[in-house]
């Protein structure tokens, strides 16, 4: 058991340009959440897939988020045009089948926009 | 799902136990307490949940009033390494959508 991982774990983009997340969840999670995160502040959720089907998506995932998850196994969150308000930390989440209350955290992407 | 109110930083001395409190008066029956935390500069790892009976595993215990208005989880004793940010959450198990609503959480400084 590996862990959630996420790349990269810092990003910093000027203000206009696209940037891309990715997310490998634990082997057979098909579960997978993004959440972001700001100072101070708790996890947000993002959006979340149970497989490769996208079943949920917050009002905070505005036009310029896209998330996917081609073959149920490792997910991507872009930003396109990123604003400085989109600075903060995007954590990826993962669950087993079966189980709803654990869900096992990766470290974080921090995207810092210039 | 039901919000929570937690204070908002809580100090302990090494070795003792920490009691950190959790108020949910708008829980439902069907509502489930669950605790994560967060150490600097990681993501969040889940602590412990329970319904209505008090729970105990490796990590901490959790403690839910008769009315299931409030909990307390508390690590046995406490070491450096617990200090995080504490985060009670109230949530539907089970439920399709399964996510889970943070708030601020309190943050707990352990001190030698």
């Known amino acids: 058991d590996t862990g959630v991982s996420q790349d990269p774990r810092h990003k910093i983009t000027k203000r206009g340009q696209n940037v891309t997340f990715r997310c490998d969840p634990i082997s057979e999670h098909n579960r997978l959440y993004w959440y972001r995160q700001t100072l101070g502040q708790g996890p947000e959720f993002l959006t979340y897939?149970?497989?490769?089907?996208?079943?949920?998506k917050s009002r905070l995932l505005s036009d310029r988020f896209s998330a996917e998850r081609p073959k149920g196994s490792f997910s991507t969150l872009e930003i396109q045009r990123t604003e400085q308000g989109d600075s903060a930390m995007y954590l990826c989440a993962s669950t087993p089948p079966g189980t709803f209350y654990e869900q096992y955290f990766g470290p974080g992407t921090r995207l810092t926009v210039t | 799902d039901a919000k929570t109110t937690q204070p908002p930083s809580m100090d302990c001395a090494e070795g003792r136990a920490a009691n950190l409190p959790c108020n949910h008066s708008?829980?439902?029956?069907?509502?489930?307490v669950y605790w994560y935390r967060q150490i600097h500069s990681q993501g969040p790892q889940y602590i412990i949940h329970?319904?209505?009976n008090n729970e105990t595993n490796e990590m901490a215990s959790l403690i839910i009033t008769e009315d299931r208005k409030s909990s307390t989880l508390i690590l046995p004793h406490a070491t450096l390494r617990d200090t995080a940010v504490y985060y009670c959450i109230v949530r539907v198990d089970n439920s399709g959508y399964s996510t889970l609503t943070f708030g601020k959480g309190t943050m707990l400084l352990v001190s030698p």
């Open positions: 708008t829980i439902s029956g069907n509502e489930y």
């Open positions: 897939f149970q497989n490769e089907a996208q079943l949920e």
């Open positions: 329970g319904l209505k």
